[in-house]
């Protein structure tokens, strides 16, 4: 539902009735914006110079939590950790 609800929000124009779904980091800051991609994925855009992107490629074990507001079907965000080794 929170992927059927942010495709109708891109073919609409990115209506204000969808919050527009943004990534954070570890530390909670806004780093990427999330796009609805094929097969129920999220394309997210780092902007060029984002320091947070390099930090995050360039070590193993990137996972990402994503929550959804269950009584709207929206993505509410997504926050981009690492998991701890061994």
């Given at each position: 539902?929170?992927?059927?609800?942010?495709?109708?929000?891109?073919q609409?124009?990115?209506?204000t009735?969808?919050?527009?779904?943004?990534a954070?980091?570890a530390?909670?800051r806004?780093?990427?914006?999330?796009?609805?991609?094929?097969?129920?994925?999220?394309?997210?855009?780092?902007?060029?110079?984002?320091?947070?992107?390099?930090?995050?490629?360039?070590?193993p074990?990137?996972?990402?939590?994503?929550?959804?507001?269950?009584?709207?079907?929206?993505?509410?965000?997504?926050?981009f950790?690492?998991g701890?080794?061994?």
């Open positions: 539902m929170a992927h059927e609800a942010l495709v109708r929000a891109e609409s124009g990115w209506s009735a969808v919050p527009f779904l943004y954070h980091s530390g909670g806004e780093i990427a914006y999330g796009l609805p991609g094929d097969n129920l994925t999220l394309l997210f855009h780092f902007p060029t110079g984002k320091r947070e992107y390099g930090e995050l490629v360039s070590q074990g990137l996972a990402a939590f994503v929550t959804v507001d269950k009584s709207t079907g929206w993505f509410m965000g997504v926050r950790l690492h701890r080794k061994g």
